[in-house]
């Protein structure tokens, strides 16, 4: 059984930084789009960023030269490295992956909380 296994997340004061991991297990075949996804309360979910494996990244405006994405096709793991975070990137993060000949999966997320 597919699974996308997160690791990273946590409480970190405003200019600060943290970074995600999220790794596909139960598959032999590898993961096309990952990305990662947040979700604030109240919000709808949005994107953050994605990779695709050969490397094509895409951002949304908000995280733009703030957070680098990116990924070990090896290891089949996507990372989000996210610095001078902001309160309002305080969300639950989700990871997402396209696996090949498998599926779209998500994780299970992981809380950011930035203080003020």
């Known amino acids: 059984q597919v699974q996308l296994v997160e690791s990273g997340g946590g409480l970190v004061q405003a200019g600060g930084s943290l970074r995600l991991s999220c790794a596909v297990s139960?598959?032999?075949?590898?993961?096309?789009?990952m990305g990662w996804y947040r979700q604030a309360p109240g919000k709808q979910r949005e994107l953050v960023a994605a990779?695709?494996?050969?490397?094509?990244?895409n951002y949304a405006d908000s995280v733009k030269g703030r957070f680098t994405i990116s990924r070990d096709n090896a290891k089949n793991t996507v990372y989000l490295q996210m610095n001078s975070l902001k309160p309002e990137d305080t969300a639950v993060y989700y990871c997402?992956?396209?696996?090949?000949?498998?599926?779209?999966?998500w994780g299970q997320g992981t809380q950011v909380t930035v203080s003020s």
């Open positions: 139960g598959s032999i075949f590898s993961a096309d789009v």
């Open positions: 990779v695709t494996r050969g490397g094509s990244t």
């Open positions: 997402n992956a396209d696996v090949v000949y498998s599926g779209n999966y």
